[in-house]
């Protein structure tokens, strides 16, 4: 059942500075990784993502790194903004027919970015 | 980009009442999911479907249904609301990839 009292991890930093958000996860089958942002009263919005055979990947201000020994995801987020506030959600999808398009999602890190 | 849309946005029921969440997509896409959202669990899969007829069961599924008559529609069918359920709930087809998600605005669902 639920947990009562869960409190999602969270990150404050000063805008301007850069941001690293942590992810484990657990299943060694997963070959396909994706971080998502969700601003409140709207649904998870696509940042970025990488596939198992990389270990880095850049996009615009992000970065998500992969360390597939310790089952470790990061995303990096460069000179912060207010606007990048929001709940940050790694995810990942196993390899194969069955469970493709799955994702198993993590728990969540709120991220607060203080001007 | 093409839309996804949920209705009601909003919705209170009663225990035990059936409740019928809508989800339209633009794309024909084959691919279309629903999640749940609860605060410290994310979102969790309930139903899935790959097509026309096809619907699969993922990790939450006790408790709700899916139906797939067209590539548009995927509605989620909740037969006995109960309170547990209280929760916001999306509706998702593949994004550029097909591994990724492009998630609908959400409808939240409180039973009481």
């Known amino acids: 059942g639920e947990s009562v009292g869960l409190h999602l991890p969270t990150l404050s930093v000063q805008e301007g500075d850069n941001s690293i958000i942590n992810c484990a996860y657990s299943n060694s089958a997963s070959d396909y990784f994706i971080w998502y942002k969700q601003e409140s009263g709207k649904g998870p919005q696509f940042i970025i993502d990488?596939?198992?055979?990389?270990d880095k990947r850049q996009g615009q201000r992000v970065t998500v790194l992969l360390n597939k020994t310790v089952k470790h995801l990061s995303l990096q987020i460069a000179a912060t903004q207010p606007g990048d506030s929001a709940v940050y959600f790694c995810?990942?999808?196993?390899?194969?027919?069955?469970?493709?398009?799955?994702?198993?999602f993590g728990q969540g890190t709120i991220l607060t970015v203080h001007p | 980009d093409a839309e996804i849309t949920q209705s009601p946005r909003h919705k209170i029921t009663e225990t035990g009442r059936q409740v019928t969440l809508a989800c339209h997509q633009t794309w024909n896409h084959n691919n279309m999911f629903w999640y749940r959202q609860d605060l410290g669990h994310g979102l969790r899969l309930i139903h899935y479907?790959?097509?026309?007829?096809?619907?699969n069961k993922g990790e939450v599924s006790d408790g709700y249904s899916v139906s797939r008559s067209n590539t548009e529609d995927l509605p989620l069918t909740l037969e006995s609301a109960a309170s547990s359920q209280t929760s916001v709930y999306f509706c998702a087809r593949p994004q550029t990839y097909q591994e990724t998600q492009y998630f609908g605005p959400g409808t939240r669902l409180l039973v009481l």
């Open positions: 995810a990942e999808n196993e390899a194969g027919g069955t469970s493709y398009g799955k994702l198993t």
């Open positions: 990488i596939r198992s055979n990389m």
């Open positions: 479907s790959y097509g026309v007829q096809d619907t």
